[in-house]
């Protein structure tokens, strides 16, 4: 299958929620104990993708609230500078910060994040602070899941979808589950099935769906269906290094396995993932095409230091898929 979207609007993408700092630890395999220096980077789920889209030539906006101080600032003009429109990310006013993401590189099969996120900036992102006129000038709404774990934020969302709908925008709900900003599993079960309801599009981890179902037990193949009786038309399920499934409303079921990649890390993954699969579906590719580019667009931001910077140009990953067809 492919998906059309609307032609004739300003914005392939927009994406609200977080935009943070990263500090990503330069000594590689050792524990964050003893890790002296790291790199600063733009981070936050949402943040990587609009930036990541950006790089890959898709026109992307950004509603969300930063800090109004040195790494507001930084995250802002490192946005613009990568193409995207930040008119509507607001500073704070009322002395919140912005959430800093620690990164511990243990082994390339072990890393850790480890999240400074009391009262952010982020999560006081307010109704008000949303516009109908701005969300109706996009092709998707992409919303992430830890932007529904605290109020304001939480109401700024339930109006960003409502004026979505509104706007027959179609909603993308990437789960991005930190554990760090819920009080409990029970409680994001409650947001994460809301806002799944409202979604065209959802992707997440099998762990994530998980979380969403409270509830060990289900297949891919139950949790897809339950998704897609109601407004969802495309599911995927994501499956770290064995890959990942998609599940559309028509029955069809696409399986894609992972690129061989000289891992660095393994964070960065489900953000390039999402915004190269957003990329190839906004283009019309089909859903094993669009599939193909997300999983090669992690095998990239596997093998680099960040998430954000290391997202890669379509060229990188046409290069990545053409050497795979050649090798099998
Ligand atoms: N070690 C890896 N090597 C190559 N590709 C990977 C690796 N880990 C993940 N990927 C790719 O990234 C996609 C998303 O990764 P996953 O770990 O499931 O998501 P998240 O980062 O959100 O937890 C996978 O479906 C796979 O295509
Ligand atoms: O999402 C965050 O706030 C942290 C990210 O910026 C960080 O780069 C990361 O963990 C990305 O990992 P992913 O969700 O596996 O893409």
């Not at 930063?66 to 613009?80: A, K, L, N, P, T």
């Not at 064995?242 to 559309?248: H, K, M, V």
Request: glycine fraction near 8%.
């Amino acid at each position: 299958m492919t998906m059309t979207f609307s032609t004739d609007k300003r914005f392939d993408l927009i994406a609200v929620g977080r935009a943070c700092i990263d500090l990503n630890a330069t000594e590689y395999n050792r524990p964050m104990e003893e890790t002296m220096t790291f790199s600063k980077y733009v981070g936050g789920s949402p943040a990587n993708i609009a930036i990541g889209s950006s790089k890959l030539g898709l026109k992307t906006g950004f509603i969300g609230k930063v800090s109004d101080d040195q790494h507001g600032r930084f995250i802002q003009s490192y946005m613009e500078k990568v193409g995207v429109d930040t008119s509507q990310m607001v500073k704070d006013t009322e002395g919140h910060k912005s959430g800093l993401t620690f990164t511990e590189i243990k082994s390339p099969k072990e890393c850790s994040i480890l999240m400074y996120r009391t009262d952010v900036a982020d999560l006081n992102l307010r109704p008000e602070d949303v516009s109908e006129g701005y969300i109706a000038q996009a092709k998707i709404l992409l919303i992430s899941g830890t932007a529904l774990a605290k109020s304001p934020s939480r109401e700024a969302v339930f109006q960003a979808v409502d004026y979505a709908k509104r706007q027959n925008v179609p909603i993308v709900f990437e789960l991005d589950y930190r554990p760090y900003t819920w009080q409990s599993e029970e409680e994001t079960s409650v947001y994460y099935k809301w806002a799944a309801e409202q979604s065209t599009i959802v992707i997440g981890t099998r762990d994530e769906y998980n979380i969403l179902e409270n509830s060990e037990g289900n297949s891919d193949e139950q949790t897809a269906k339950a998704l897609l009786s109601s407004r969802a038309e495309l599911v995927i399920i994501k499956h770290g290094v064995d890959g990942s499934i998609a599940f559309e409303d028509d029955g069809t079921i696409t399986h894609a396995k992972a690129y061989p990649s000289n891992v660095l890390k393994t964070f960065g993954a489900g953000d390039s993932y999402a915004s190269a699969f957003l990329y190839a579906l906004l283009n019309g590719n089909s859903v094993r095409e669009a599939l193909q580019f997300g999983g090669a667009s992690a095998a990239i931001v596997v093998s680099k230091h960040s998430s954000s910077e290391a997202m890669p140009t379509v060229e990188e990953i046409k290069a990545l898929l053409a050497q795979h067809e050649q090798s099998v």
